[in-house]
Nanobody
Framework: QVQLVESGGGLVQAGGSLRLSCVAS????????MGWFRQAPGKEREFVAA????????YYADSVKGRFTISRDNAKNTVFLQMNSLNPEDTAVYFC?????????????????WGQGTQVTVSS
């Protein structure tokens, strides 16, 4: 089992920035690909970003490319999502995810482990 706890969400004005963090516990963090999904009110959950366990493969959704950056610190069992140039369309609950396969996170959208989510609200 892998437990994931997100933090860093909040309310920000359009054009602002937030940095989400996710701390993992329970298994060897460095063996897992990590990622972020989000779900806006009334919409399907969607993929945001993923990073391989060796930090050598990174995926982004087209909607966040150039604005969001995913990174990880294996020594601290933590994955980050730096979000810049936020707009109201980024308002959603953001979920941290983990899986042994980067493809299952980024392409198939079926990671094994999910956090509880953290709310991000961007005001116009």
């Amino acid at each position: 089992q892998v437990q994931l706890v997100e933090s860093g969400g909040g309310l920000v004005q359009a054009g602002g920035s937030l940095r989400l963090s996710c701390v993992a516990s329970g298994r060897t963090f460095k063996n897992y690909a990590m990622g972020w999904f989000r779900q806006a009110p009334g919409k399907e959950r969607e993929f945001v970003a993923a990073i391989s366990w060796r930090d050598d493969v990174i995926y982004y959704a087209d909607s966040v490319k150039g604005r969001f950056t995913i990174s990880r610190d294996n020594a601290k069992n933590t994955v980050f999502l730096q979000m810049n140039s936020l707009n109201p369309e980024d308002t959603a609950v953001y979920f941290c995810v983990a899986d042994s396969s980067t493809v299952r996170v980024a392409v198939q959208g079926r990671p094994d482990y999910w956090g509880q989510g953290t709310q991000v609200t961007v005001s116009s």
